[in-house]
T-cell receptor, first 116, second 115 residues
Framework: GAVVSQHPSWVICKSGTSVKIECRSL??????MFWYRQFPKQSLMLMAT?????????EQGVEKDKFLINHASLTLSTLTVTSAHPEDSSFYIC????????????FGQGTRLTVV | AQTVTQSQPEMSVQEAETVTLSCTYD???????LFWYKQPPSRQMILVIR??????QNATENRFSVNFQKAAKSFSLKISDSQLGDAAMYFC????????????FGKGTSLLVTP
């Protein structure tokens, strides 16, 4: 399958600072990227969907000013957690797919964010 | 609301035995895809098997097969000849064009494989 690389794998940041997470499709052009959040021992919850060159569509309850998503190219999407707080500590996972209803979405390795 | 229900938080199976993980879903869409994903301790999501709703034949991938009952909105996963490496969280998911092709996940089933 295709490869999606997410970086960093883990990050610790101080409360009040911002942190950026990158999601790259290494061997295909991703027209759509998805960002999920996973709390310990829980399921993946969709945060937002981003299409290349467009503004991201956020799920209800997700603060778009706090979780800034940029999808400026067909191979890169970034999630920036602004003014992070301890409650933002979580596991963030991206996935990417090419357009077309029968195509797969491939997942990055995830990023464990700890805000102290 | 569109939902996925996995009623078994934990399951246990002995090595070489067969186990079935259950999943039910609710959608008003007629065109959708169903998936089972495995998440080992590394937390990398791995696609196990997928099923197109318009296909009547149950999907099979080596030791993994599904029982897709469209009318009942049921999509169970059978793992045959279980191996120690099958131990993981298993998530049932579906996607529709209405959801922008994002995956809607169940809460997961933790599978323990004992020697």
């Amino acid at each position: 399958g295709a490869v999606v690389s997410q970086h960093p794998s883990w990050v610790i940041c101080k409360s009040g600072t911002s942190v950026k997470i990158e999601c790259r499709s290494l061997d295909f052009q991703a027209t759509t990227m998805f960002w999920y959040r996973q709390f310990p021992k829980q399921s993946l919850m969709l945060m937002a969907t981003s299409n290349e060159g467009s503004k991201a569509t956020y799920e209800q309850g997700v603060e778009k000013d706090k979780f800034l998503i940029n999808h400026a190219s067909l191979t890169l999407s970034t999630l920036t957690v602004t003014s992070a707080h301890p409650e933002d500590s979580s596991f963030y996972i991206c996935s990417a797919r090419v357009g077309g209803k029968n195509t797969e979405a491939f997942f990055g390795q995830g990023t464990r964010l700890t805000v102290v | 609301a569109q939902t996925v229900t996995q009623s078994q938080p934990e399951m246990s199976v002995q090595e070489a035995e067969t186990v079935t993980l259950s999943c039910t879903y609710d959608t008003s869409e007629s065109d959708y895809y169903l998936f089972w994903y495995k998440q080992p301790p590394s937390r990398q999501m791995i696609l196990v098997i997928r099923q197109e709703a318009y296909k009547q034949q149950n999907a099979t991938e080596n030791r993994f097969s599904v029982n897709f009952q469209k009318a009942a909105k049921s999509f169970s996963l059978k793992i045959s000849d279980s191996q120690l490496g099958d131990a993981a969280m298993y998530f049932c998911a579906y996607r529709t064009s209405d959801s922008g092709y994002a995956l809607n996940f169940g809460k997961g089933t933790s599978l323990l494989v004992t020697p």
